[in-house]
């Protein structure tokens, strides 16, 4: 577990210093660039597709890791828009929460208590 909690940080740390940067240099005009290259049909396009996909899949399950609760709902949007920002602080704060227990950051304590 704690090479998993060094990775987050890491990947925490990395992303962090480059969005800064992007933005700095291109400001925060996200949305335009990322759907304008999806909607060009080239392979930046293709990969946001493939990275929204992503962003869905981790709002749904980290708002079923909360049962679908209206705090699982509004951290599922916030997994959507934030991305690895919001995943990498989530996971961390989960692991600690946890201790650990790999069954309870993946399903939730609620489920990962019933056998």
């Given amino acids: 577990m704690n090479l998993l909690r060094i990775l987050l940080v890491l990947m925490l740390i990395v992303l962090s210093a480059y969005t800064a940067i992007v933005i700095a240099n291109h400001g925060i005009n996200l949305l335009a660039v990322f759907f304008g290259d999806i909607a060009a049909m080239a392979w930046p396009g293709q990969f946001n597709l493939d990275f929204l996909g992503f962003l869905i899949l981790s709002g749904i399950w980290t708002a079923w890791r909360h049962e679908?609760?209206?705090?699982?709902?509004g951290l599922g949007v916030l997994a959507f828009f934030g991305g690895m920002m919001f995943l990498t602080i989530y996971l961390l704060i989960?692991?600690?929460?946890?201790?650990?227990?790999?069954?309870?950051?993946?399903?939730?304590?609620?489920?990962?208590?019933?056998?």
């Avoid at 679908?68 to 709902?73: E, M, Q, T, V």
């Avoid at 989960?94 to 056998?115: F, M």
């Fill in 68 to 73: 679908f609760s209206p705090a699982g709902l």
């Fill in 94 to 115: 989960v692991s600690l929460k946890t201790s650990g227990d790999i069954r309870a950051v993946l399903l939730g304590e609620a489920r990962a208590s019933q056998r």
